[in-house]
């Protein structure tokens, strides 16, 4: 009788160790999905999360051009592009866009930008032209006046030489074409005093990934 029951017992047994398992790999599952950015950071946009790879933009080809005082700057790509929410004061909140390139040369251009006319957290970036706080159009900024202070839209532009010397510049403007699918495109257009000259950088960007 012994050996009867332990036998009938085994189908049922295997059962319930296969529920077991197969419960026990779906928890796994949930717990990976919870652990991406796009749920364990709510200031996070989705444009930064799982890209639909369904959507035809996605396919497009990433190019980036680059000049400075019209001459080609060769073998430039992006190093890195992020686009994140945060919050300039109580409720005011904005998008900033930091942008990385480097150049064949080990030169990198470093593009930063403010956004604070659309921060809804599933949007993109406003399709405007982000001029810097030194460019004589800096007053066409978008600006969110709150009586004490007043926050604006604003653009920068890092230089930084393979040797390690860097300049700033906000004599110029981040103009964004297009932003959608977590890819962006547009150019941009900076003055820069280096050594008692001026050099203008200037470049397009298209379909880079955020």
């Not at 998008?95 to 599933?122: H, P, Y």
């Not at 964004?176 to 397009?204: A, D, P, Q, Y």
């Amino acid at each position: 009788m012994k050996q009867q029951l332990s036998v009938s017992a085994l189908p049922f047994n295997f059962k319930t160790s296969r529920r077991f398992f197969l419960g026990f790999l779906l928890s796994l599952a949930m717990v990976a999905m919870l652990s991406l950015p796009s749920f364990s950071n709510p200031e996070l946009l989705s444009s930064a999360a799982v890209l639909p790879f369904f959507k035809s933009s996605f396919f497009e080809v990433t190019t980036i051009n680059c000049k400075i005082n019209n001459a080609i700057v060769k073998g430039v790509s992006s190093t890195e592009a992020s686009l994140f929410k945060m919050e300039q004061a109580e409720g005011v909140f904005a998008k900033v866009l930091n942008m990385s390139l480097g150049d064949g040369d080990g030169n990198l251009f470093a593009l930063s930008l403010t956004d604070l006319e659309n921060a809804k957290m599933d949007s993109c970036l406003t399709v405007n032209i982000f001029y810097g706080n030194e460019h004589e159009s800096s007053d066409q900024n978008f600006s969110n006046d709150l009586g004490s202070a007043i926050f604006a839209n604003n653009s920068s532009l890092i230089f930084e030489k393979g040797n390690g010397a860097s300049f700033i510049s906000r004599d110029g403007w981040i103009k964004i074409n297009r932003c959608e699918n977590g890819r962006i495109s547009g150019s941009f257009n900076f003055k820069m005093e280096e050594e008692k000259s001026t050099k203008v950088l200037e470049g397009e960007f298209v379909n880079v990934l955020l």
